[in-house]
């Protein structure tokens, strides 16, 4: 990434496709063909695994830090495999074509991946099918077996399964395999077939000349199979319940903090494992994107420990991290280490001399420049440093007309203008901004979607301090049009940052 470019950010749910959310299918692969035409190097995606009802359907709260979203599965590709037949597939649920309706979705995608598993047990020739099953054994057998128990748990916590299975006493663990045999198989075929799907689009972006980038939280959810099969790694008490939970303190999105209630790790653990866990996740999500974001990327130097049962993450403390010896060793680990670091919020000299140490690019955010009238505020496009990924937002911000509609004090709507050298917001405002950001010196920049097409908060993926009601949004068809491609083109051109 340290040559100039520009990519989009845009997750695959908010894809136009016809099932009640975006999926891998052809919509994707048409969306490619836009950035394509733009002249684009990048698709920025949200992090692939799949989200949990209880957080909201965030893509930061899953079940499994391997595992693919099955929701993302693609019928029509499905169609073309001979798995599932045109009348199998039932009436969609929701009638917004632009907001998901994930209840309805999940419903909706169990009928058709019922249909599609039982064609599949009928086929003669399973190779590719059983040469993922053995390349990816490490986590996928852990997660068909946890994925069905929890179904046949009637979707209790794992803490709450029968004590041989919560401890996972091996002849319990056989007894179960036998038992739930075909639902083990149900969850195997669905991630052979998400993966299938995903490696088909990715490579389909790549000849392309589009690069991936991926997304990865550094933490995982409590009631996943991560922490079922390693509870060693994480801080639990003595009925694996945890002790510690994570979260960051007060900031820019919530005077209280954010309580994330994921587990924290037990860092002396995973040193002295030489962090294998770490690495079997990295080279599994690295297997899969081109580019990866590290998440919360100051929980890595330090993070905010809140303990368990706290209704805020205000009373909580910090904590250390062996960053050096983590670092050093993931990157003896991988020839290539090609990430990007979210360094918002609350840093400390200590992350930006870890940045700095290992030349990881951070994260400029063009909304945070403007809370208070000073020239040589760091997310300035003419301070950026070459080594930066410059954002108009991100998935965690209002889009740029929100934000400047709906939530700029007028003091920072003078200094947008200023900035701009405008008198008012006017229609076509959203290019000037993306414009000078891109013309930064920036080596990568990344336009929300939304941003490229002037739309309001209606179109905004997540509020922080809400945990329901989020992530909903989808473009509309052919709401992207080839004269927003050609405007893109043009700046793209016209700042040097094109293919």
């Not at 060693?232 to 309580?259: C, E, N, W």
């Not at 003419?382 to 108009?392: E, F, I, L, P, W």
């Amino acid at each position: 990434m340290r040559t100039r470019g520009n990519g989009l950010l845009f997750h695959i749910t908010s894809l136009p496709a016809p099932y009640g959310i975006g999926d891998m299918g052809p919509e994707a692969h048409k969306f490619v063909d836009i950035l394509a035409e733009a002249k684009q190097k990048y698709w920025q995606i949200l992090p692939l695994n799949f989200p949990i009802a209880s957080n909201g359907y965030s893509p930061y709260f899953s079940d499994s830090a391997f595992a693919g979203n099955h929701l993302l599965l693609s019928p029509d590709l499905l169609i073309e495999e001979g798995l599932l037949l045109l009348e199998d597939i039932p009436p969609v649920p929701g009638a917004d074509p632009g907001e998901v309706d994930y209840d309805g979705v999940t419903k909706h995608k169990k009928l058709i991946l019922d249909k599609a598993f039982e064609r599949f047990r009928k086929k003669d020739q399973k190779n590719d099918y059983d040469d993922f099953c053995r390349g990816q054994s490490g986590w996928l057998n852990d997660f068909a077996l946890f994925a069905a128990i929890k179904e046949e748990q009637k979707g209790k916590i794992w803490h709450d399964w029968p004590a041989s299975l919560r401890d996972r006493h091996p002849e319990a663990l056989e007894e179960a395999g036998k038992r739930l045999a075909g639902k083990i198989d149900r969850q195997k075929f669905i991630q052979h077939m998400v993966f299938k799907q995903w490696s088909s689009l990715k490579s389909y972006a790549n000849g392309r000349g589009i690069k991936i980038i991926g997304d990865i939280p550094i933490y995982v959810s409590y009631d996943s199979a991560d922490v079922w099969v390693a509870p060693h790694i994480f801080k639990l008490d003595k009925r694996k319940r945890p002790m510690a939970v994570s979260g960051v303190p007060p900031d820019y999105f919530s005077a209280t903090g954010q309580l994330w209630n994921n587990p924290v790790y037990r860092w002396d653990v995973l040193k002295d494992t030489r962090y294998d866990w770490w690495i079997e996740r990295l080279s599994h999500t690295f297997s899969c994107v081109d580019i990866l974001r590290i998440d919360h990327f100051r929980g890595l130097v330090q993070y905010w420990e809140v303990p368990a049962g706290e209704e805020t993450a205000m009373n909580g403390k910090w904590e250390d991290v062996p960053t050096y010896d983590f670092f050093d060793t993931l990157l003896g680990h991988f020839k290539d280490f090609p990430v990007i670091v979210e360094d918002l919020g609350l840093i400390t000299p200590d992350v930006k001399e870890a940045m700095d140490h290992y030349g990881f690019p951070g994260m400029r955010v063009l909304q945070f420049a403007f809370g208070e009238d000073k020239p040589d505020h760091p997310y300035l496009p003419q301070n950026y440093v070459k080594n930066c990924v410059a954002y108009t937002g991100t998935h965690d911000n209002n889009t740029l007309m929100g934000w400047l509609r709906e939530e700029a004090t007028p003091d920072v709507t003078h200094r947008v203008l200023d900035f701009l050298g405008e008198r008012k917001i006017s229609p076509g405002i959203n290019w000037k901004i993306i414009t000078r950001l891109m013309g930064s010196v920036a080596d990568t920049t990344v336009i929300p979607v939304q941003d490229i097409l002037a739309l309001g908060s209606e179109a905004r993926m997540n509020q922080p301090r809400e945990t329901f009601g989020n992530w909903k949004w989808r473009l509309l068809p052919g709401q992207f049009t080839k004269e927003h491609a050609g405007k893109l083109r043009g700046i793209t051109e016209t700042t040097e940052r094109s293919r």
